[in-house]
């Protein structure tokens, strides 16, 4: 059995079997019999059809013809099963690796986001809270307000008729007109 390939060249078609087998360095079958070509033999019009046994004597008698061993053959076999699988391997890792640094860049962009959807709503909660605030201090300034409404009002009250000054939150309409009282 021959070792694990090395590739010594990246392959630019992962769909291109070819390239894989040359990347893998995969030498010249003898005679140009690769179990490839041998694939293509079986396949024929003229072996397609035939039983089993007769298909593997064919072969062999071709093979004999050609000066090739039926071992030289199924090493060409063996060396492209182990391109193949060494290749899958290393498409395996480099998914895997991707597959981990995608998700530590998701990670991080989740982070991200977090942290922007975390200071967008501390903006919200310390507006709501300044709104608060300031109802707050404006309720409390209105609720002083009427009580000087109410100490002005008094003292306008025994000098007019219809008392001018209002003793409530401010409303739309204009306030009366000051009248001599009767």
């Given at each position: 059995m021959s070792a694990e390939p090395k590739f010594s060249?990246?392959?630019?078609?992962?769909n291109s079997f070819d390239e894989i087998y040359q990347a893998a360095e995969i030498p010249p079958a003898p005679q140009?019999?690769?179990i490839m070509k041998i694939a293509d033999m079986l396949q024929s019009e003229h072996i397609r059809t035939m039983p089993g046994d007769v298909k593997r004597s064919t072969v062999l008698?071709?093979?004999d013809a050609a000066g090739v061993d039926i071992k030289d053959v199924i090493q060409d076999a063996v060396?492209?099963?182990?391109a193949l699988d060494g290749y899958e391997r290393v498409q395996e890792?480099?998914?895997?690796?991707?597959?981990?640094?995608k998700t530590q860049e998701n990670a991080q962009i989740q982070a991200e986001i977090d942290k922007v959807v975390a200071d967008q709503r501390a903006k919200i909660q310390a507006n709501n809270e300044e709104?608060?605030?300031?109802?707050?201090r404006f309720f409390g300034w209105r609720l002083k307000k009427q009580q000087e409404e109410k100490k002005i009002s008094d003292a306008v009250a025994p000098?007019?008729?219809?008392?001018?000054?209002?003793?409530?939150?401010?409303?739309?309409?204009?306030?009366?007109?000051?009248?001599?009282?009767?």
């Open positions: 060249a990246p392959v630019s078609n992962a140009g019999y690769s008698v071709a093979l060396r492209r099963d182990k890792r480099a998914v895997a690796e991707l597959e981990t640094r709104v608060t605030r300031e109802k707050e000098f007019v008729t219809e008392n001018p000054i209002t003793t409530g939150a401010s409303s739309a309409s204009p306030a009366p007109k000051p009248g001599p009282k009767s």
